[in-house]
């Protein structure tokens, strides 16, 4: 029978499958960009709800780590960071990335009212959040640090890498032709 210990490990899995998920979908789309497929509607809706159910994850996670006895975690450890006695680093960067995620959500709901450059710039926190997250999974757990599991983080790694390399090469070809007519002209003067 699973134990409270168990159901932490597993919410905790599958937090970071989501998160990496949402942050995929975050770089992937924007307002030009949309995925194949789906409408730009479509694809922000399921950025949104990816991240709610990351979040209910994670709350899991979160209280089946505190009702477990072997961590001595208390809930003020799960948002304070460096708080705990028991692995401090690595349930500190936890309680880091739990709080980044906070900011998020809430400038999310609040959106409408402290208007987008606000919103865009709290959101910017999601680049930080992500790699905080991921470094408290392999930190915190030893089943993180080999077989299939390490496996999992390495695949979400290449994923938000992957994600990131074709953002860049988007932009690079999508830039005004006001930036490409210089280059152009140099190697049409290099040809002659």
Request: net charge positive; with cysteine; glycine share 8%.
């Amino acid at each position: 029978m699973p134990t409270s210990g168990t159901a932490s490990q597993i919410t905790g899995v599958i937090s970071m499958v989501l998160l990496t998920a949402v942050v995929v979908l975050g770089v992937l789309v924007n307002r030009q960009a949309r995925l194949p497929g789906l409408s730009r509607f479509a694809g922000l809706s399921l950025h949104r709800y990816l991240s709610l159910l990351a979040m209910g994850f994670l709350a899991v996670h979160i209280l089946t780590a505190v009702a477990a006895p072997f961590a001595g975690l208390t809930l003020a450890a799960s948002v304070v960071p460096f708080d705990s006695s028991y692995q401090r680093v690595w349930l500190g960067l936890g309680a880091v990335s739990l709080d980044l995620m906070a900011a998020l959500i809430v400038t999310s709901l609040l959106r409408r009212h402290i208007g987008r450059r606000c919103w865009r710039a709290v959101h910017w926190l999601a680049y930080a959040c992500w790699p905080v997250a991921l470094a408290h999974s392999i930190g915190s757990s030893p089943g993180m640090r080999g077989g299939r599991l390490l496996d999992l983080a390495a695949a979400c790694i290449l994923a938000v890498l992957a994600a990131t390399g074709w953002r860049l090469a988007s932009a690079l070809r999508a830039a005004p032709r006001a930036r490409r007519v210089p280059e152009l002209m140099t190697a049409l003067e290099e040809s002659r």
